[in-house]
């Protein structure tokens, strides 16, 4: 999960990179590219893909795949860290949708420490050079939040999915649906891509189709509130590199926000840790 938030990272990187693409076109290439990904895998034979609980794919396709759509739009129109930090705040939303559809305790500690990555994730962002504020959303900041529920919704699916297909077959379907969601808007908008958005696609598509295997596959060995505080990993590391690689400015809220959400996704490691 951890190794997942860093292949995230990546991709982040190069949306902001490729921001004058548009976000349709970008999400269309990093679907078609995952898909085409795993079908080739397929038709070599070197996995099987079989799809069981259909119904349930196509929610977890229809979610995911909109909630990556929002995602890229956001980061292209609030940027990396303000996009970033907003659309995962969604392990609150999973946390209580599995607990409530899935039967998935939490516990104290487990609330204690989302509560304690979510202010830390508030930090990271109160000090973005546009300013931040929990009480004042525009419209894309709305969009960013109702992006983090979708997202929610998407990764109770995944846990419930992993009862009957494997990663491969749900990874699939999210690609397949998410084509669908996007085709039409991202043929008929205007902007060229040009030789280095090509290579920024393909580097978004391979990057997000290991990171989505790796996610995928760890969220068969981990409830869906651990996974998710792991992924919130995603949030500091984009911080980081956008000071790194793109020039953010590195201030004393940032420092203490990266400690919190690092703190306490080892918390809640370290407490499964010794439950089993």
Same mark, same amino acid.
């Given at each position: 999960m951890?190794?997942?938030?860093?292949?995230f990272?990546?991709?982040?990187?190069?949306?902001?990179?490729?921001?004058?693409?548009g976000?349709?076109?970008?999400?269309?290439?990093?679907?078609?590219?995952?898909?085409?990904?795993?079908?080739?895998?397929?038709?070599?034979?070197?996995?099987?893909?079989?799809?069981?609980?259909?119904?349930?794919?196509?929610?977890?396709?229809?979610?995911?795949?909109?909630?990556?759509?929002?995602?890229?739009?956001?980061?292209?129109?609030?940027?990396?860290?303000? #996009?970033?930090?907003?659309?995962?705040?969604?392990?609150?939303?999973?946390s209580?949708?599995?607990a409530?559809?899935?039967?998935?305790?939490?516990?104290?500690?487990?609330?204690?420490?989302?509560?304690?990555?979510m202010?830390?994730?508030y930090?990271?962002?109160?000090?973005?050079?546009?300013?931040?504020?929990?009480?004042?959303?525009?419209?894309?900041?709305?969009?960013a939040?109702?992006?983090?529920?979708?997202? #929610?919704?998407?990764v109770?699916?995944?846990?419930?999915?992993?009862?009957?297909?494997?990663?491969?077959?749900?990874?699939?379907?999210?690609?397949?649906? #998410?084509?669908?969601?996007?085709?039409?808007?991202?043929?008929?908008?205007?902007?060229?891509?040009?030789?280095?958005?090509?290579?920024?696609?393909?580097?978004? #598509?391979?990057?997000?189709?290991?990171?989505?295997?790796?996610?995928?596959?760890?969220?068969?060995?981990?409830?869906?509130?651990?996974?998710?505080?792991?992924?919130?990993?995603?949030?500091?590391?984009?911080?980081?590199?956008?000071?790194?690689?793109?020039?953010?400015?590195?201030?004393?809220?940032?420092?203490?926000?990266?400690?919190?959400?690092?703190?306490?996704?080892?918390?809640?490691?370290?407490?499964?840790?010794?439950?089993?």
């Amino acid at each position: 999960m951890a190794l997942a938030s860093v292949f995230f990272c990546i991709a982040g990187c190069l949306v902001k990179g490729g921001s004058y693409i548009g976000a349709y076109k970008l999400a269309f290439f990093r679907f078609i590219i995952g898909l085409g990904l795993i079908t080739t895998a397929a038709m070599s034979g070197r996995v099987k893909l079989v799809f069981n609980n259909k119904k349930l794919l196509f929610l977890r396709g229809l979610t995911g795949g909109t909630a990556v759509f929002i995602t890229l739009l956001c980061i292209t129109k609030l940027g990396l860290g303000k #996009g970033m930090v907003l659309i995962n705040s969604y392990p609150i939303f999973a946390s209580i949708i599995s607990a409530v559809f899935l039967k998935e305790r939490l516990r104290l500690l487990d609330i204690w420490a989302i509560l304690t990555a979510m202010v830390g994730i508030y930090f990271i962002a109160y000090e973005k050079q546009q300013g931040f504020s929990l009480l004042v959303f525009g419209g894309y900041e709305l969009l960013a939040v109702l992006g983090a529920v979708i997202a #929610g919704i998407a990764v109770t699916l995944i846990r419930k999915l992993h009862d009957t297909d494997d990663s491969l077959a749900i990874y699939f379907s999210q690609c397949a649906v #998410g084509i669908w969601l996007v085709i039409m808007p991202a043929f008929s908008s205007e902007g060229a891509i040009g030789f280095k958005g090509v290579f920024i696609l393909l580097g978004i #598509g391979a990057s997000v189709t290991i990171g989505q295997l790796l996610m995928t596959e760890g969220f068969k060995y981990v409830p869906v509130k651990t996974g998710s505080l792991l992924l919130m990993l995603e949030t500091v590391l984009c911080y980081v590199a956008g000071v790194a690689i793109f020039g953010e400015p590195l201030t004393a809220p940032c420092l203490l926000g990266t400690v919190l959400v690092i703190g306490a996704c080892a918390v809640v490691l370290v407490r499964r840790k010794l439950d089993h």
